[in-house]
């Protein structure tokens, strides 16, 4: 088969799978010179194709992702729990030996987080808000620099009140890229 050929074959096919909900018939047949043609006018000797009925997909519905906030009734009138706050890993004043500057955060909240109040945790690193509050106890850094870190965790209620905060500092080592065009 040529290649003008082959590519014919190839558009058709595509022409087919993407267009057939508006075709009510294809008919394939071979020209004088050989050459497989498909086409929806019927002529003389062409061979009605059968196709199968399109394929479809349709989603299944997905709530929204929502904040911390948006599901749960605020009740900030009950009285603030206890808390006690912790930064569990990285632990303070550690080295991290990683090249891809990935870091894991985990945090331990005692009691758990008071959903119906709306408690929730802020995150910052080296003084930057990182995302919204949240009531997740884990956290992913990507890609930091290396040198040292300050890690604030602030435990906030509904209206954004600080109830209690933990900061450690930790230090990120990652290897120097080597400088090839000093080398033989």
Request: hydrophobic share 35%; no cysteine; glycine share 6%.
């Amino acid at each position: 088969m040529e290649y003008a050929e082959r590519m014919r074959v190839i558009y058709l096919i595509f022409f087919l799978l993407f267009s057939t909900q508006g075709l009510t018939a294809i008919y394939r047949w071979v020209d004088p010179s050989g050459t497989v043609v498909f086409s929806d006018e019927e002529r003389p000797g062409a061979e009605l194709i059968e196709l199968p009925a399109s394929t479809t997909y349709s989603s299944p519905d997905v709530e929204p992702v929502t904040s911390m906030n948006e599901n749960v009734e605020q009740d900030t009138s009950s009285p603030v729990p206890d808390y006690q706050l912790s930064i569990t890993a990285p632990a303070a004043n550690e080295s991290i030996w990683v090249n891809d500057g990935d870091v894991t955060v985990t945090l331990s909240v005692e009691p758990a987080l008071s959903q119906e109040r709306g408690d929730g945790i802020q995150l910052f690193l080296d003084g930057q808000t990182v995302g919204e509050p949240q009531i997740t106890l884990t956290y992913q850094f990507s890609n930091l620099s290396r040198g040292s870190h300050e890690l604030v965790a602030k435990l906030i209620d509904a209206n954004g009140q600080e109830l209690l905060s933990e900061s450690i500092v930790f230090h990120l080592h990652r290897a120097s890229k080597l400088n090839n065009s000093s080398a033989n």
